[in-house]
């Protein structure tokens, strides 16, 4: 049974709310001219270095938020999370996504049954797989080698797997062209399926649930495509169409082979998905050697989180900012910049991890919470986002946390370009992510109202060795935990998304109205003025 305490309600919560008082009175350009504040203010764990000393924090203010944490039971919900314990209150579900990443020899129990055998032996299965494409003995129906794969799903079946995919490009097999499609908008499937060729593209069909309206469509759709240039005969399901989810019997229904399908389970989220057979894409574009790097970056930062105090943990300490800036200072938007190219895609992946998993109105016991829950996350990636939205950053009315992310060594050398035009152009993007932070947190104060910058603008910048499919694994783990330590100390459930479930539910008496000549259902007087112009102004 879950003991739901209001965390507003603690001495702890109290003390926090005097302190934050006595930090408004000082700057970060005042906090900034201790030496000794990076020493305290910071966190190695393996290759990643994360620098908070640009935090409206003190050291008083981490150990005030350990105090928190610690009466808010963090360590062992903790415990609870790696356990297998049933942390997804209102499905009775646990959260497994740590046993992904696990070594074999673990011991982690779902409804009885240990379920680290069963990962491993997924794993090996998608490995054995993707080496079959890789190595062109996966062949379609006229016998030729698979040459393309599209990934077709949506939601945490797209974000985290395109994310990962984009950021390993460099270490992806050129052979093989890999797509995502996710939008039932037809410009996706339609640009996506442009310029493959029917007779080598392979189709991973990637839905926990398998009745995702979406992707169901988006899958006959390309199953159309196929047969279209094959022929309905061929049995062309079998070569050119595979399947990732946690419901086999629809895939059965579908048309899928057994053989053909490879297990996501209910206890992980799509969201904390990435580390599982969800990447199969992923999985054929870096090959198997590489992602095995992945789930061991994820284990290393499991690892970290597990075992670190909180005032060294820096998972728990990136959510404990968070809610400091959120909850006391009364930020609403959190941005994530990440000034590495090939890692554009990350900011998108954390705003349905951080938002779909935190932007919660009830705790777990069902009852209206007493704060304020997840921030607006958003992001773009560096140096182009200076040249965007970065205006509002340094002088808008609404102070925006950042999250900078940055890599020591460009993610590859490249064939196209000499290796000290690399390093030039990588040393001036660092620049670029270090003077932003400096501007953000020192400001500069002229004579002329307009080119005045105020600062005592919060960001923390994460720094790793480069984006390799080691580091990128501890990425991912590292914003997952923050998630839940979010959670954990707010009291709400971050495994559930509710409230995406009722515009579902409306869409099929929409559809109905769109395609009939009146409007029969009932709808607000705005939604049915919205119909009633589709129906008059369609096929103009």
Not at 323 to 328: G, K, L, Y
Not at 481 to 495: E, L, P, R
């Amino acid at each position: 049974m879950v003991i739901v305490v209001d965390p507003t309600q603690t001495s702890q919560w109290k003390e926090l709310e005097k302190h934050c008082s006595f930090i408004k009175e000082n700057s970060l350009q005042e906090l900034l001219s201790d030496a000794d504040r990076v020493r305290f203010l910071s966190i190695e764990a393996d290759n990643l270095f994360a620098d908070f000393s640009k935090q409206l924090i003190t050291e008083e203010t981490v150990n005030l938020l350990a105090d928190l944490a610690e009466h808010m039971n963090l360590n062992a919900k903790i415990d609870a999370l790696f356990a297998g314990e049933i942390v997804n209150t209102s499905e009775n579900r646990p959260a497994l996504h740590p046993a992904l990443r696990m070594p074999p020899e673990s011991i982690v129990e779902a409804k009885e049954q240990n379920v680290v055998p069963l990962i491993h032996g997924m794993n090996e299965r998608t490995f054995e797989f993707a080496m079959k494409v890789r190595n062109k003995k996966w062949l379609g129906a006229t016998g030729k080698p698979i040459t393309s794969v599209v990934n077709i799903g949506i939601g945490g079946s797209h974000l985290g797997p395109y994310m990962a995919y984009k950021a390993l490009q460099p270490y992806s097999l050129n052979e093989i062209d890999c797509r995502f499609v996710s939008n039932i908008d037809p410009t996706d499937i339609n640009t996506n399926l442009h310029s493959l060729d029917p007779e080598t593209t392979l189709f991973i069909i990637n839905s926990k649930s398998f009745t995702t309206s979406e992707t169901s469509m988006n899958a006959q759709t390309a199953l159309t495509w196929i047969e279209k240039t094959l022929g309905e005969n061929t049995n062309a399901i079998y070569q050119h169409f595979v399947a990732v989810t946690a419901n086999t019997k629809e895939a059965e229904k579908f048309g899928f082979k057994p053989e053909n399908i490879f297990s996501t389970w209910d206890w992980v989220g799509g969201r904390f998905s990435v580390s599982s057979s969800a990447s199969l894409a992923v999985m054929i574009a870096i090959g198997p050697d590489n992602f095995r790097k992945l789930l061991d970056g994820c284990q290393m930062m499991d690892e970290h989180f597990r075992t670190s105090e909180i005032t060294q943990n820096m998972p728990a300490l990136m959510g404990l900012i968070a809610i400091w800036n959120r909850n006391f200072f009364g930020f609403p938007n959190q941005a994530v910049i990440p000034y590495s190219k090939s890692f554009e895609h990350f900011p998108s992946y954390l705003e349905q991890l951080e938002m779909e998993s935190n932007g919660k109105n009830i705790d777990q016991e069902g009852n209206r919470v007493n704060l304020e829950t997840s921030p607006v996350v958003l992001g773009g990636v560096g140096t182009d986002a200076q040249h965007s939205f970065f205006q509002l950053f340094h002088q808008g009315t609404t102070i925006v946390p950042i999250d900078f992310i940055a890599f020591c060594d460009p993610t590859q050398p490249s064939n196209s370009l000499s290796q000290d035009t690399i390093r030039k152009q990588h040393e001036i993007l660092l620049a670029n992510c270090f003077a932003q932070s400096q501007a953000l947190a020192i400001g500069s104060k002229t004579d002329n109202p307009n080119t005045s910058l105020g600062g005592n603008r919060p960001s923390t910048t994460i720094l790793g060795d480069r984006l390799d499919p080691l580091t990128l694994g501890q990425l991912i783990a590292l914003y997952e935990h923050k998630v839940f330590t979010m959670g954990a100390v707010w009291q709400i459930n971050s495994f559930d998304q509710w409230g995406v479930e009722l515009g579902k539910s409306i869409v099929n008496d929409v559809l109905d109205d769109l395609t009939s000549a009146g409007t029969n259902k009932d709808h607000d007087s705005s939604t049915a003025s919205l119909i009633a112009r589709y129906q008059m102004r369609r096929n103009l």
